[in-house]
């Protein structure tokens, strides 16, 4: 008994030492903030492993926030990672998001926080 509860201690161990999976890593491609300072809208690369690829999101948070590309719940645009995207304030109020038509979205929020986010798409 003590033999099997030594084992499994250590198996415990190991896997957390090997675990590689690691975060997501997040390339900054661009960032704005609101025309009232409020809102900082950020458009970045999110690659989670060759297994995966990557996508292109947009984000929206508080200005006095720090970027957290793992904060999924600031997430306004997923979309297939080869997709060019571009995010712009028309207000403070509204954001427009430009993307290439036809590619893969994963996911698409049109109102976020009180603003409106509206979506052209386009060849880019």
């Known amino acids: 008994m003590m033999r099997s509860l030594a084992m499994l201690a250590l198996a415990s161990s190991l896997s957390a030492c090997l675990d590689l999976s690691g975060p997501c ?5 661009s960032e704005s903030t609101s025309p009232n300072g409020y809102s900082t809208v950020t458009t970045f690369r999110r690659n989670c492993g060759a297994t995966v690829g ?3 999101v947009v984000a929206v948070r508080s200005s006095g926030t720090a970027f957290d590309g793992e904060d ?11 997709t060019p995207v571009t995010a712009a304030w ?5 954001l427009r998001i430009r993307r290439s ?5 994963y996911l698409e929020i049109r109102v ?3 603003m409106q986010i509206r979506y052209d798409d386009e060849p880019l």
Do not use: I
């Open 90 to 94: 028309e207000s403070h109020d509204v």
């Open 101 to 105: 038509a036809g590619k893969s979205v």
């Open 112 to 114: 976020f926080n009180g």
């Open 54 to 56: 990557y996508a292109k």
């Open 72 to 82: 999924n719940s600031t997430y306004v645009l997923v979309s297939e990672g080869g």
């Open 25 to 29: 890593g997040n390339d900054v491609l």
